[in-house]
């Protein structure tokens, strides 16, 4: 039995985080974990360039493809092993359907935090493959009921950082124990419970930082103009940044 050290909740540039993918899995394997995920809001891209990045400069670092789905009530986390499904349902029972015939685990986000976009009593609905149920930037208030939750329902929790910038990766992580290092390994332990919460929070100087970058993220789009959410206006800022 191998044990794996993961952080399955981590944004980039691709959304509203500050580093890159690069820099996001030179960091984690800098701090000792050997799983992650990038999971930017409505996108798979940030851990598809994290995988090539992991690739081109020989790294053992396990990324499995991700995305945090903002779904009519709230966000949902998506992993699969090695693809990025094509569809992307806006309803929560619609996406878990699709995504779990597409071989992928779908993972309600921080549910009772509302401030954070939680799915809230729909985490009741069942069906999942796991449940959030330690964020590291969430109310304890919010992660005690995610843990009741899982508990309930006799589902696997997993312990995420939510990292938007490199410093708080790996605050919270899992244990997962598999038989071979291979993202289908990993997928498949957390489907059968083989995963052992690390809850853990940022330090000051990483909260100071996220604070930080939480408000010049908010300048940047307030010079941008307003947009219908954040991190899509960031994105798009992003995007134009990257091609000036
Ligand atoms: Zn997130």
Known sequence: MIRLRGDLHIHSTVSD?????????????????????????DSFEGSLRARRAVESMGLELVVVIGNEVRTTHGDILVY???HAPERVPKDPLQLRDYMQEEGCLVVPAHPFDKRRMGIGELVYEGGWDAI?????????????????????????????????????????????EVQEV???????????????????????????????????????RRRRGESRLDYLADYEARRWGEQT
Do not use: Q
């Not at 580093?19 to 800098?30: K, L, T, Y």
């Not at 289908?184 to 940022?202: D, N, Q, T, W, Y």
């Not at 996220?210 to 940047?220: G, V």
């Open 132 to 176: 959030e149920v330690f964020n590291a930037y969430s109310d304890p208030w919010s992660n005690e009921k995610a843990k009741y939750a899982a508990k309930e329902m006799g589902l696997p929790g997993l312990a995420n950082s939510d990292a938007h910038i490199v410093d708080s990766i790996g605050a919270a992580y899992n244990i997962i």
């Open 182 to 220: 291979t993202p289908e390994e990993v997928i498949e332990s957390i489907r059968k419970g083989l995963v052992i919460p690390r809850p853990g929070r940022p330090g000051m100087k990483e909260l100071a930082s996220s604070l930080a970058w939480s408000i010049e993220r908010r300048l940047f």
């Open 17 to 41: 985080g500050k580093h890159s993918p690069g820099e996001i899995v030179v960091r984690a394997v800098e701090k000792g974990l050997e799983v992650i995920s990038i999971t930017d809001h």
């Open 80 to 82: 699969c092993a090695n």
